[in-house]
């Protein structure tokens, strides 16, 4: 469809690849048969191609309202409608920068700004995170709902292994699963080693920018993914073979690198290196002779969650379930499993009745077959789910791991 960005936007290289993601819909409405939100809502402007239509007229220069900010604040960026969408529209970076301009045209509210900074300011940070996160689990019953339901038990922590190998690969720590799922990184040394891969923790780097960028502060994200390229960059010179994500959410960032580097010559080329050098850890363990690895025997039946940034953004579904399947598990059956559980990054904090219905759905639909527990890739949908599930809630990793 014909499209004319205002001079405004048109003059910004940021927008650049607006005009060919618009043209690209022909505004079929396929992708609306699969998005959460206006499955749950039913109104054309909860969903993508409705989404789609605001941000053309609002890059054509018209005039953006609260309304507009609204409906693009309660997607979700599953990404979803990306995988349905015939044409390949990237809905995702066209909604990554559409959200540019809402958060300029119509400010948000004190309170609100507050939030987002204060979110921002803790949950990339394990120094800050990790603390509070103690603080959190003493005083538990005083928390509010919101909060209290997103808070890991501690755990007793599994073995990390400590041989050399000839072979290398990288693990970026990250923020927030270092310290509330300490045990999926340890798990995964633990598995690699019994394939005789050395897993390097790479401890100066810190967050991918994933909760920057969710919250709009892009500028903020690009610091993070520069200071992560900077040390990941010598150790994969060095020959290491792959950065291991055991985070799905990290894992669609990592490889968003060089999208979001593109225009930055010092580190657009080294940046594509890296989000080709970062691998979901299920693709690794595809490629390897498993055969000296052991599930655990109180598996039972396992609900396999595969988190949106796995099966949309990382372009794996079911890979964790069919490998699952491969090491002898049972796995239990479920439905929808392409619908969002409503963690979404920060999300779950910033809409949380929307939030909260889709948990419950996806709880619904997990647990049907009465698994014994359920699994998933993901730290923001194992602390969601896990929230309110009646069974345990772990990283699918674990269940390859030794006490
Ligand atoms: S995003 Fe894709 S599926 Fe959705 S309306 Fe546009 S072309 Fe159709
Ligand atoms: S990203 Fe998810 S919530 Fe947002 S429009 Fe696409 S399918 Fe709907």
């Not at 689990?137 to 922590?157: A, D, E, G, N, S």
């Not at 959410?249 to 080294?270: E, F, I, N, S, V």
């Amino acid at each position: 469809m014909k499209t004319i960005i205002a001079k405004e936007f048109a003059q910004q290289p940021q927008f650049a690849p607006v005009k060919d993601i618009l043209q690209a819909c022909v505004h079929c409405g396929f992708c609306t048969a699969t998005c959460p939100t206006y499955l749950m809502l039913g109104d054309e402007r909860d969903s993508p191609r409705g989404r789609i239509y605001m941000m053309k007229a609002m890059f054509e220069g018209e005039a953006v309202t609260h309304e507009t900010r609204d409906h693009l604040d309660r997607c979700l960026t599953c990404r979803s409608c990306e995988t349905t969408c015939p044409s390949g529209v990237e809905y995702g970076h066209l909604v990554d920068l559409g959200r540019v301009v809402v958060e300029q045209k119509v400010p948000r509210s004190k309170a609100q700004r507050l939030v987002r900074w204060s979110l921002r300011q803790v949950l990339p940070y394990r120094a800050r995170f990790g603390p509070l996160l103690k603080l959190g689990q003493t005083f538990r019953p005083l928390l509010p709902i919101v909060l209290k339901q997103h808070l890991p038990k501690p755990v007793k922590r599994l073995t990390q292994p400590h041989a050399s190998h000839e072979r290398v690969m990288l693990s970026l720590p990250g923020c927030a699963q270092a310290r509330a799922a300490p045990n999926t990184d340890i798990a995964a040394a633990q598995v690699l080693n019994k394939l005789g891969i050395q897993l390097n923790v790479l401890h100066q780097t810190g967050c991918c920018g994933a909760v920057d960028h969710h919250l709009n502060a892009h500028a903020a994200a690009l610091i993070k993914a520069r200071h992560n390229i900077d040390l990941v960059w010598p150790e994969l010179q060095a020959g290491a073979e792959a950065i291991v994500v055991t985070a799905s959410g990290c894992g669609a960032t990592l490889q968003d690198y060089g999208h979001m580097l593109r225009d930055d010559p010092d580190y657009a080329a080294k940046a594509q290196q890296v989000s080709a050098a970062a691998k979901d850890i299920v693709e690794i363990l595809e490629k390897e002779d498993l055969s000296s690895i052991k599930i655990s025997k109180n598996a039972g039946k396992v609900a396999v969650h595969c988190p949106c940034t796995q099966q949309h953004a990382m372009q794996l579904p079911s890979r964790v379930k069919h490998l699952l399947q491969q090491l002898g598990v049972d796995t239990a059956s479920t439905k929808n499993d392409h619908l969002c559980c409503g963690s979404a990054g920060t999300y779950a904090l910033l809409q949380p009745e929307l939030s909260h219905q889709l948990r419950t759905n996806k709880l619904h639909d997990l647990t049907l077959d009465q698994p014994d527990q359920i699994v998933t890739a993901n730290i923001g949908c194992q602390l969601h789910l896990g929230g309110s599930a009646s069974v345990p809630v772990k990283h699918w990793l674990e269940l390859l791991a030794e006490d």
